[in-house]
Structure formats: structure tokens, C-alpha cells
């Protein structure tokens, strides 16, 4: 497991009590903030834990270790976001089989892009985590009930409708979704 750099962990406290002691606060200048070294380096990390293949551009992290070196991957995303030159690759669409013979797609980012959605979630998911009651369920603790009850997705379309019922349009995925992804826009 990756322990988060105190610096970053700083950052996201900061960003929490703000958004926590002023709900109706707008951030405004958090974009700084993602191309940060520190922030994008351990984005990096993040992303190598998950593994993962290579997207559209066919760059695996070994090629990015033994060719260029990490550091110099993470100078080149940190110098298109601080110039906002940055522009997101294509993603690379897989066909999964499902069980019942049909398929599903699956989409790739490539991994630099995959740092910089990091990078964004590193900054931006304190200031959503502040929304949330003390008490709402975890993503763990719905996984664990759908798996222990033989419900699973029932509990999940349920929960998925209860923890999102004051959205206009019924929420259609039959997994647990992310709070994070619900509400960015």
C-alpha cells in the first residue's frame, strides 16, 4: 500500500476543513496545485500500483522506466499542464466478454494520461469528500453487505438509487458508483 507524502496529505487537509467549514465555498485556483512535482509523482505511483496495460499509444510503464526515466515523464506532463498544452490522448476500446456471450466495452486512457486524471483526483476528491455525512456508507462496507447477502446487485442498484435519488434522471449503472464521478461535471 502507498503511503501518501505529507505534503500532499497537508494539501488535501487544507482543501477538506475549507470545503468542510464553508459548504458554499468555490475553488477557483486549484489547477496549480495538479501540476505540482510532488502531486504528479505520486499520481504516477498510484497509477503503477493499479498496473493496468498501455493505452492507444502502446507505452507500457516499462517503457517509460528504461526509455525516458520517470522523472523526465513526470517533467514533460508537469511542463504541458503548467503551459496548458496538454491535450488527451484517444482511448484505446477493448471488447470484454460478459458471462451471458454478449460483450461490453472498455475503455483505456493511455498513462500519462491516467497521471493527470490521478493528479486531478488527488486534489479535487477532499473538497467532494466534504459533502458527505459521517455516516454514509463506504464503498467497502456496501461491497462487503452486497457480497455477503448474495444480492449483490440488487443491494448495488439500490444503493446506487438511494445514495443518488435526488438526481433527476435514475441512476443506471448496476454497480456502486463513485460519489467522486457523480459529481463532476
Known amino acids: 500500500?502507498?503511503?501518501?507524502?505529507?505534503?500532499?496529505?497537508?494539501?488535501?487537509?487544507?482543501?477538506?476543513?475549507?470545503?468542510?467549514?464553508?459548504?458554499a465555498c468555490r475553488f477557483h485556483a486549484l489547477y496549480n496545485k495538479v501540476y505540482r512535482g510532488d502531486i504528479l509523482s505520486h499520481a504516477y505511483r498510484l497509477v503503477r500500483a493499479n498496473k493496468g496495460s498501455a493505452g492507444i499509444d502502446g507505452v507500457t510503464f516499462k517503457a517509460i522506466e528504461e526509455t525516458e526515466g520517470v522523472p523526465a515523464f513526470i517533467g514533460e506532463l508537469e511542463e504541458a499542464l503548467r503551459t496548458k498544452t496538454y491535450k488527451p490522448d484517444p482511448v484505446k476500446r477493448v471488447m470484454l466478454p460478459k458471462s451471458d456471450g454478449s460483450q461490453r466495452?472498455?475503455?483505456?486512457?493511455?498513462?500519462r494520461d491516467r497521471v493527470a486524471?490521478?493528479?486531478?483526483?488527488?486534489?479535487?476528491?477532499?473538497?467532494?469528500?466534504?459533502?458527505?455525512?459521517?455516516?454514509s456508507p463506504t464503498r467497502?462496507?456496501?461491497?462487503?453487505?452486497?457480497?455477503?447477502?448474495?444480492?449483490?446487485?440488487?443491494?448495488?442498484?439500490g444503493m446506487c438509487t438511494l445514495m443518488f435519488s435526488h438526481r433527476s434522471?435514475?441512476?443506471?449503472?448496476?454497480?456502486?458508483?463513485?460519489?467522486?464521478?457523480?459529481?463532476?461535471r
Open 140 to 157: 467497502e462496507s456496501l461491497t462487503f453487505l452486497a457480497s455477503q447477502s448474495g444480492w449483490e446487485k440488487a443491494v448495488r442498484r
Open 105 to 111: 466495452p472498455l475503455g483505456i486512457p493511455t498513462i
Open 169 to 184: 434522471k435514475p441512476c443506471r449503472q448496476s454497480r456502486i458508483v463513485s460519489p467522486l464521478s457523480q459529481n463532476v
Open 1 to 23: 500500500m502507498l503511503i501518501t507524502p505529507e505534503t500532499i496529505r497537508t494539501l488535501q487537509r487544507k482543501l477538506y476543513r475549507k470545503a468542510k467549514q464553508e459548504p
Open 117 to 135: 486524471q490521478m493528479a486531478v483526483k488527488l486534489v479535487i476528491e477532499p473538497i467532494f469528500e466534504a459533502d458527505f455525512c459521517e455516516t
